[in-house]
């Protein structure tokens, strides 16, 4: 489940994607090598790969926006003191500013970031080019800070 709601929206669509990969699990379990890979991260992967599959089949009715605030944010070149700013987030606030990010750039960044996988590896998973890919990376990073930052001096 904490896989899928880092790439849902919301507890419904998470819900769905877990019982969709569940399923895929049960059916596929005769092609489950023990000797190859450890059994968490085999199920870990197939509920990717199911929120990936999901994703997939609703681009076409999604768009992506970007606000133009947003985008001044991420050219903002100021200094900020990451150490202390780090041991005021706890989880479950991260979790909450990754959900603030664009669909799209959300799914990037989990991949990249939380998942481990490679920038080839997401363009050849979200049908975009590795350079797309590492905008989204920086341009989650950047509005991470930039919140992060506005929070810190607010605080």
């Known amino acids: 489940m904490a896989v899928c709601m880092r790439y849902r929206r919301n ?17 596929n379990l005769n092609r489950y090598k023990r000797d190859e890979v450890p059994f968490e991260a085999w199920i870990r992967r197939i509920m990717i790969n199911t929120v990936i599959d999901e994703f997939r089949r609703e681009k076409k009715w999604r768009e992506l926006t970007v606000f133009a605030e947003d985008i001044e944010r991420l050219y903002s070149n100021e200094p900020v003191d990451w150490n202390e700013a780090e041991q005021r987030l706890d989880v479950q606030h991260l979790e909450a ?59």
Do not use: C
């Open 11 to 27: 507890k419904q669509d998470a819900v769905s994607a877990v019982n969709k990969g569940f399923l895929k699990i049960i059916q």
């Open 97 to 155: 500013l990754l959900q603030r990010l664009p669909p799209m750039t959300q799914k990037v960044f989990n991949l990249f970031a939380l998942d481990g996988f490679s920038h080839h590896e997401i363009s050849e998973l979200l049908g975009m080019s590795e350079g797309t890919s590492k905008w989204h990376v920086s341009t989650a990073r950047a509005q991470l800070q930039s919140w992060i930052k506005t929070e810190y001096q607010t605080a």
